[in-house]
């Protein structure tokens, strides 16, 4: 386990808004409306790979994916649009720091059933929506 | 946990070939020498998301994409393609049964730094490439 503190990449801050912290992640709020989507990034150095976990952190990680999950459902309920299918992705292509993605899918969203990165650009959400998705999800996380 | 045999999706063998089974999941490689791919499937009934499994099947689970991850990296090796990055998918938006993509990206890839699934279309290996990968892949997986 690389040692210091914990950096995140610049990059996490384009594109998404911070939501709260978990025991082992942030939780950021991809700011792309056409999809229901969080992104948690592991508070630990150094990372790039699920490998570069420690064994309790990878179960951590793996629960707090799961929970995202639940939020990621709260936010499409929100919507009026309910989840139909679950997407985890941890890619890393562009912003190689260790993180995953959770986005609710529907077989009438834009990318379906092609996956969401690179699919398009991202449509920002209005304020009140966002608050909404904001609301939703910490209510599930917080639940 | 739904009751019952467990039933794999006939669509998982077209485009890929079974390689061995852990102690949790089924490993198939997946017909494309495009990219260092494999899928790995939970042996149990009636899984779509990763919340399906039980907290210890999804530990299993997890230490398997794992192992999984340094297979791919063994099989890039032995084409003499180093992999810079592995990218993990849980998808399941054409094939919803719950499975795990593993595959190995490089910078010079067909794809980069975009998703693999949806990509074009399949490459498949000859005879003594595909007796290779599963040569490496299974040496790391045993290993």
């Known amino acids: 386990m ?3 503190p914990f950096v995140r990449d610049p990059a996490f801050a384009r594109g998404a808004s911070r939501l709260v912290d978990l025991t082992l992640c942030e939780v950021w709020l991809q700011s792309d409306r056409r999809f229901p ?3 948690l990034i592991p508070r630990r150095p150094g990372l790039r790979e ?3 976990l420690t064994d309790g ?10 929970r995202a999950g639940a939020a990621v459902r709260a936010m499409g309920a929100a919507m009026g649009r309910p989840v139909e299918k679950l997407n985890i992705g941890l890619l890393g292509n562009i912003t190689p720091q260790l993180h995953a993605h959770v986005v ?4 009438d969203d834009p990318a379906w059933p092609g996956p969401v ?3 398009g650009e991202a449509v920002a959400y209005d304020e009140t929506t966002e608050a909404a ?3 939703a999800a910490l209510g599930a996380l917080n639940g």
């Open 2 to 4: 690389a040692e210091g």
């Open 37 to 39: 989507w969080l992104v």
């Open 50 to 52: 699920l490998e570069d």
């Open 57 to 66: 952190d990878r179960a951590a990680f793996t629960a707090e994916i799961v």
């Open 104 to 107: 609710g899918r529907r077989a």
């Open 117 to 119: 990165w690179g699919h």
């Open 133 to 135: 998705m904001r609301g």
